[in-house]
């Protein structure tokens, strides 16, 4: 993948697509539909979790696509809650994507920038998820922030 995808099960799907898309847009101006994304609801198998059971956690999918050669970073997918940041797996990939931006596993892989984009929906309208405008921070080469709508 090119990118890893962190989110909880409770964003609407067509939210979820929102935000990707224009995630993919903001880093691939051309080209973005060429963006490969690593999302667990895709990619494990929901009724076989026996992948997670291994002691190392760095040995798990997520912590695998995140590692691997071609992921360039992660994209995390919020709710106006943050409601990501309470659940343990996407607590532990961010905890993983900043020791990849910070260098801490160049044991285990050679590369050389790593970046961590955050979306989430911003309402118009009060209470009105329908009404809701996308909104992107990419982390920029330099350690800055750009603000995408």
Known sequence: PMWMVSHWWGTPFCHTVSMLQLQASARM???AEQAVYWCCTFANNQHDLSELEDGDVLQSPFARAMLCQSCVGMVLLCDGGVTPMARIWCVF????AQALRSGLFADRTEKRRYFLDICAPVLRR???ADAATMTLLQDAVG??????S
Do not use: F, I, P, Q
């Open 29 to 31: 101006s051309k080209g």
């Open 93 to 96: 990939e961010t905890h993983v």
């Open 126 to 128: 009060a209470g009105d």
């Open 143 to 148: 350690g800055g922030w750009n603000e995408v």
